[in-house]
């Protein structure tokens, strides 16, 4: 599952051996009216066969942590996200108790540079022909229903299990305020996309050896 506003192009370059695995890239679609994350989750969740991997990318990797909740997953691989709402950094707990995030200017939804930003959490005037090529459902719907959805996450604690990959340089959720997690070194919020070759050569031993714990990378792509 990509973050929010980005496609499931941003796995395009992600390849498992096919010998190995069989992959399913998921799009979003706007939530029905009053549905939370959680129904929102249930709702995709009820065509997850058991036994599936869940590999969620940002907002989308929140997502999956509440599908879990739905089906029974072999594991659930989170990328450039967070795995409770301790690891919100602060800009976003002060949006969560101040409801600051619902001034932010979503009519923007047409503007190319400005969903972007929310679609890969960095300047991207140089690389915005590359990106638009990334961008999902941009919709302003979506991007209110999930900003809100993000800033007020209620869970606790993370789901027994759950893997998390992040860059040591990811602006959008900070390393400093995360948990244990296998850190790449010098990787931002876009690892998926620029860090496809790290990727390509842990995910099939994270996933058929079930590795835990923290591990430092140097850069290798």
Known sequence: ?????????IFEHIRLPENQFQNHFLDWELPEPGMDLSAYAAKWASDIPEGSVLIGVSFGG???????????????????????KKELPPK????????????????????LDWVARYAFGEAVEKRLKLYERYLGL???????WGINELVNWSR??????????????????PAQHLGECYLVEGATHTLVIHR????NERLPD???????GKMVSSRTD
Request: proline share 6%; aromatic share 6%; glycine share 4%.
């Open 1 to 9: 599952m990509p973050g929010m506003a980005a496609s499931s192009k």
């Open 62 to 84: 929140v997502l999956v942590q509440e599908m879990a909740a739905f089906c029974k997953p072999r594991q659930v691989i989170i990328i450039s996200s967070i795995k409770s």
């Open 92 to 111: 976003m707990w002060f949006a969560r108790y101040t409801s600051a995030h619902r001034l932010l200017p979503t009519q923007l939804i047409n503007r």
């Open 138 to 144: 941009a919709d302003k719907r979506h991007l209110d």
């Open 156 to 173: 606790e604690e993370p789901i027994p299990g759950v893997v998390h990959i992040h860059g040591t340089k990811d602006a959008v959720f």
């Open 196 to 199: 496809a070759k790290w990727l």
């Open 206 to 212: 994270l996933i058929l050896k079930e590795n835990r």
